[in-house]
Structure formats: C-alpha cells, structure tokens
C-alpha cells in the first residue's frame, strides 16, 4: 500500500521561497509506471495542479501554466522522496498543499494516493 | 488558459440518481483526456473514486460509476446515500499538464 507523507514549514514569508517534502513508502520515487505531483487548494482558486516529476528512463518534470516560472519539483532518489519548491511567494500562495501519486498503467492513469496536506501560510 | 468547467452545486434526494459533468473549453472531452473524479469531505484531503472515464478504485462503491456523456465526462451516482454529500472534482490531462474542475457541492435532502 503506497502512503505519502508531507512534511515542511506552514509559514512563510512574502518574496521568500516555500519548500515542501514528500516521502514515499511503498513504491519507488523512480518507478517507470508513477508520476509525483504536487496539487494545492485555497477558498479562491479551489484545486490547482502545480506540477509533478516522474522517471521514464530518465527525469521529466511538467509545470502548469500558472506558477512556470516559480516553480521547481526534484526527486531525491536516496530518500525515496520528492521536493516542492516554489520561489517568490505572495499572500495569493496561501493554500493547502498536497503531494499525490498518478500511476499509468495499460493505457490507464490513475490518480489512487494523496499526502495529508500541509496548510502553508504566506505572511510576514 | 485552459478551463475545466462542472455545476457550481447539485441537490438530490437520497435514493435517487445524480450525473455530474465535466466540461472542457477546448472541446469535447475524450477519452484521451483520462478523465478522473475525486469526492472530498470538509477537513479531509480528496479521495479517487473513478480514473480514466470509468474504472473504478478498489474502494470505490458501486453506486458510483464514470461516462462519456454529450462531449463531457460524467460522473453518475445512483441510489445517492447520506454520506455521498461531498465536493466532487474532476481531473483531465492536456498531455503535459493536469487540470482540476471547479468542483460540484452535492447535497443529499
């Protein structure tokens, strides 16, 4: 059974840079079938994906649109666990954080497992 | 920028069979969009209920089941129960990214 555990501040401050950690137990950061995404949900902009890192014979990473230029999603390999970080934050970064898993198999993908969420507060 | 678009909010009496929809703003969805529905409760992080338009999770129950319905994907829950009263989401790929609906707040009275 795959289980992610989030982990990181929940409060940062305007202009700085929030980092968030997910630990993986019972698949592997590296799998050929599973993707690493980070999704996050406020009052005003209700589910938001924000990108996600996966292992397809090498590293992929894809961002959304929205956070692009701020954003950076790595595996550490070592730990068995990924990384969110996200620069140059503003109050309008204030959410609930989630990591999740999407798994592609068959020509199916399948979104089956969510960290618990980390409230990340943007103020000074 | 792409829009993922569902009903705001739905009511059913339970018992009785709802269909929620999820829309794109660059056409008609397909199966190629590997459409996936999440319910979330108040205080609790999204569960999967359906991936790629209609396979169900392991823990998903059979009341739920995930269509292809007049270019959208749908969501049909029949026999609703009290405890189906949730936020539900829907979820489709743009081949390099993901996109969220809005959500739909289903009340069960």
């Known amino acids: 059974q795959v289980q992610l555990q989030q982990s990181g501040p929940g409060l940062v401050k305007p202009s700085q840079t929030l980092s968030l950690t997910c630990a993986i137990s019972g698949d592997s950061v590296s799998s050929n079938n599973a993707a690493w995404n980070w999704i996050r949900q406020s009052p005003s902009r209700g589910l938001e994906w924000l990108g996600r890192t996966f292992y397809r014979s090498k590293w992929y990473n894809e961002y959304a649109v929205s956070v692009n230029s701020r954003i950076t999603i790595n595996p550490d390999t070592s730990k068995n666990q990924f990384f969110l970080q996200l620069n140059s934050v503003t109050p309008e970064d204030t959410a609930v954080y989630y990591c999740a898993r999407d798994y592609y198999d068959s020509g199916d993908y399948k979104f089956d497992c969510w960290g618990q969420g980390t409230l990340v507060t943007v103020s000074s | 920028q792409t829009v993922v678009t569902q009903e705001p909010s739905l009511t059913v009496s339970p018992g009785g069979t709802v269909t929620l929809t999820c829309a794109s703003s660059t056409g008609a969805v397909t199966s190629g969009y590997y459409p996936n529905w999440f319910q979330q409760k108040p205080g609790q992080a999204p569960r999967a209920l359906i991936y790629?338009?209609?396979n169900k999770q392991s823990w998903t129950p059979a009341r739920f089941s995930g269509s292809l319905l007049g270019g959208k994907a749908a969501l049909t829950l029949s026999g609703v129960q009290p405890e189906d009263e949730a936020e539900y989401y829907c979820l489709l790929y743009y081949g390099g990214a993901w996109v969220f609906g809005g959500g739909t707040k289903l009340t069960v009275l």
């Open positions: 790629s338009t209609s």
